[in-house]
């Protein structure tokens, strides 16, 4: 054997010891940080304990109300029966799908889906953030707070007495018909017209809801830092201009988000308005999915055909969540809700 094959041989004799002690070390190191890191989660659970205890029940109710009933979205893809279960119940693939796409109703329920979830998007988001910009401009505390009372009321009403109050105002011998008779005009019957209901929905949904949508966002204007204001109006910023270059870009965010969480639900407009508001003469404007599946799906027993309804309307909300967030990232860093 050479001399440098001697020198390697002892050398490798030399280092063995010590890779072994490094890699013993190593190790002994890593279960050290385990175990710290375990010492550390226990702490913070004993610390935080009744914050999780707080946050559980809503934790339970959001899985066993939102994520169990999603398992039943294959009855979607069965030819369900309740005697036979979704066990039982033989599959059908996209025949409902097929069904769906292929019923002379679809193209119109889909079309005033769309029209009136674009009402809501465009005519109606933008109502609260509004309001909310205006109420802050209310110096009178007492005069804020009675304000905000009085349009945060409506929202605690349900739409079964809102669509009734609609059809008293609006209905034959409503107060609209009381007063064109006071001045000698005929009657008219606005919730039997199809050109009536649109302009109706939005009021409603306006008169209901854009009170409690203000809630969100002043919180938000209430975190905003008082300086900013502060500098502005030692640079001479008039109230207007503080609203519109502080405040509003501070609430940006917030909107966004609120949007994003609404797109969601585009093709979800809420079966309680629209079949409290809506008469036959208006189902060619005013029929959407939800009023359409209880219609032709729940009240005759087609529950496969209303889970594929149902379906269809989640994918459709899923694909414009991942759009309008992709986009919302790129006008603004805070945008976007991942």
Not at 21 to 44: F, I
Not at 70 to 94: D, E, T, Y
Not at 291 to 314: E, H, M, N, P
């Amino acid at each position: 054997m050479s001399h440098q094959n001697l020198k390697n041989v002892e050398l490798m004799t030399w280092a063995a010891p010590h890779t072994i002690r490094a890699e013993v070390r190593s190790d002994m190191q890593s279960s050290r940080t385990r175990e710290e890191a375990g010492r550390r989660l226990v702490r913070h659970f004993r610390e935080f304990w009744p914050y999780y205890a707080m946050i559980l029940p809503g934790l339970v109710f959001l899985v066993l109300i939102k994520y169990v009933p999603m398992a039943g979205s294959v009855i979607a893809f069965q030819n369900f029966s309740l005697r036979k279960g979704i066990a039982g119940s033989p599959w059908a693939g996209l025949e409902h799908f097929r069904k769906l796409l292929d019923y002379d109703d679809f193209h119109r329920v889909f079309r005033n889906t769309l029209v009136l979830g674009a009402l809501k998007t465009i005519l109606i988001f933008p109502v609260p953030i509004l309001l909310a910009l205006m109420l802050n401009e209310v110096r009178n505390a007492l005069a804020k707070k009675s304000i905000q009372t009085v349009i945060t009321i409506p929202h605690f009403i349900s739409w079964v007495i809102v669509g009734g109050l609609t059809f008293d105002v609006l209905g034959a011998g409503g107060l609209l018909n009381q007063i064109r008779g006071a001045v000698g005009l005929e009657t008219i019957l606005p919730m039997q017209k199809s050109a009536w209901f649109r302009p109706v929905y939005v009021f409603t949904s306006i008169w209901k809801e854009s009170g409690w949508g203000t809630v969100v966002y002043l919180a938000a204007i209430s975190g905003i830092d008082p300086g900013l204001y502060e500098s502005a109006s030692i640079d001479g910023a008039s109230r207007l201009q503080k609203m519109f270059r502080i405040t509003f870009p501070m609430i940006l965010p917030t909107a966004v988000t609120l949007f994003l969480i609404n797109i969601g639900s585009f093709l979800d407009l809420g079966f309680d308005q629209v079949f409290n508001l809506y008469t036959p003469m208006t189902y060619d404007v005013a029929d959407i999915f939800d009023t359409y599946v209880y219609r032709s799906g729940i009240q005759q027993g087609k529950y496969s055909f209303s889970t594929a309804v149902g379906l269809f309307q989640s994918v459709i909300g899923l694909i414009l969540v991942v759009i309008f967030n992709r986009l919302s990232r790129k006008v603004s860093e805070d945008g976007g809700l991942w």
